[in-house]
């Protein structure tokens, strides 16, 4: 069995299954990114703007779900933080529209907004901080070494079943790789706007918090870059030159 992070791998060497731990390729990916600052020339921003990455899910359904609270977060952060910037990448245009008529439905005050297709790693990178649904996005996140809040509001009969299934008090990668809370998460029914954003304003306004997780990922990131296909292939070779002998 090949497996991507560490914590695989003990359990399946618990159940007697062999294993190899490989590492995950986006860690080798993203570790050749450019730094933060490079990206915000790119991106034309401000090298002093506060910059929000808003990540509300890559599914259709992911959005519908999260439209309305990311326009709403955006809008009570925009009050707190004059000037604030906030980067939405999205992945089709179907939820590029679901996102937009949440705009319009809500009908806030200016937003500094600029929606992009495609381009989630240099949102996330460009950022001071990043508002993600739970998923592979957080992962993303923490490679780039980027502060985060994590949010997910499933289906309530999905949640239900997740609720007597689970065994960890957290979803978010970056937590469940560490152990424990890392960065703050935003689950179900304390999914509210005002918990976001001020969330989100604690981090942007405090630099010592930041400077903390960034140190951390840097190390997740050294963990998880095992140059994957390599590794994998090694794993595999001497199987497949024993079951030709």
């Known amino acids: 069995m090949l497996v991507l992070f560490p914590f695989e791998a003990k359990l399946y060497e618990r159940a007697g299954v062999p294993v190899a731990y490989v590492g995950h390729p986006l860690a080798d990916l993203l570790g050749k990114f450019p730094a933060p600052a490079a990206v915000r020339e790119q991106l034309r921003l401000p090298a002093a703007a506060k910059v929000v990455a808003l990540l509300p899910g890559s599914r259709v359904n992911e959005v519908k779900r999260l439209a309305d609270l990311f326009v709403a977060t955006a809008g009570r952060i925009t009050e707190s933080v004059p000037g604030v910037q906030f980067l939405v990448p999205f992945v089709s245009r179907e939820t590029r529209d679901l996102f937009e008529t949440a705009l319009y439905r809500r009908e806030i005050g200016e937003l500094n907004m600029n929606m992009m297709f495609g381009h989630a790693h240099e949102a996330m990178a460009a950022a001071d901080v990043v508002l993600a649904a739970s998923g592979t996005a957080t ?14 509001k499933a289906a309530p009969f999905s949640a239900f079943l997740h609720r007597r299934l689970t065994y960890l008090p957290y979803v978010g990668l970056p937590n469940v790789l560490a152990g424990r809370f890392v960065v703050p998460e935003f689950l179900q029914d304390e999914v509210i706007f005002q918990n976001l954003a001020q969330a989100v304003i604690n981090l942007l306004f405090d630099s010592v918090t930041r400077q903390r997780l960034e140190a951390h990922f840097d190390t997740l990131a ?13 794993a595999v070779l001497p199987l497949l030159n024993g079951a030709s002998a």
């Not at 996140?141 to 809040?149: C, D, E, G, S, Y």
């Not at 050294?222 to 090694?234: G, M």
């Open 139 to 152: 992962l993303e996140a923490a490679l780039l070494k980027r502060p985060m809040v994590i949010t997910y």
């Open 222 to 234: 050294a963990e998880l870059r095992r140059d994957a296909a390599n590794a994998a292939a090694e």
